[in-house]
């Protein structure tokens, strides 16, 4: 059975940069695709940042050059920095893992995690 948690998350200031974890349980994710989505209220969920087994990165226009996505195969987690918060940042945000990062959408992807709320203020 998978299980992703994430954690790192809070309420933080502007201009705090936290740092968001997600560890899999019961998964070896390294030959996988694994990303950071968010979902703020009322909107849908959108793609952050996916990550894939060579280290590859893409990012979401809007967090680019803010966000930084990385992944320690031997502790099986992955992270999601973040840095020159916005007020819009505000989501909560979860994990998810396909096989390959052919795609950020998040229909995509599954083993979602329960998500970790980012309050920005």
């Known amino acids: 059975h998978v299980q992703l948690v994430e954690s790192g998350g809070g309420s933080v200031q502007l201009g705090e940069s936290p740092r968001l974890s997600c560890t899999a349980i019961?998964?070896?994710?390294?030959?996988?695709?694994v990303g950071w989505f968010r979902q703020a209220p009322g909107k849908e969920r959108e793609g952050v940042a996916i990550?894939?087994?060579?280290?590859?990165?893409v990012y979401a226009d809007s967090v680019k050059g803010r966000f930084t996505v990385s992944k320690d195969n031997a502790k099986n987690t992955l992270y999601l920095q973040m840095n020159s918060l916005k007020a819009e940042d505000t989501a909560m945000y979860y994990c998810?893992?396909?096989?390959?990062?052919?795609?950020?959408?998040?229909?995509?992807?599954?083993?979602w995690g329960q998500g970790t709320q980012v309050t920005v203020s």
């Open positions: 998810a893992t396909r096989r390959y990062c052919t795609t950020i959408s998040p229909a995509a992807f599954g083993n």
């Open positions: 019961g998964y070896a994710w390294d030959r996988y695709c």
């Open positions: 990550i894939d087994s060579d280290g590859n990165a």
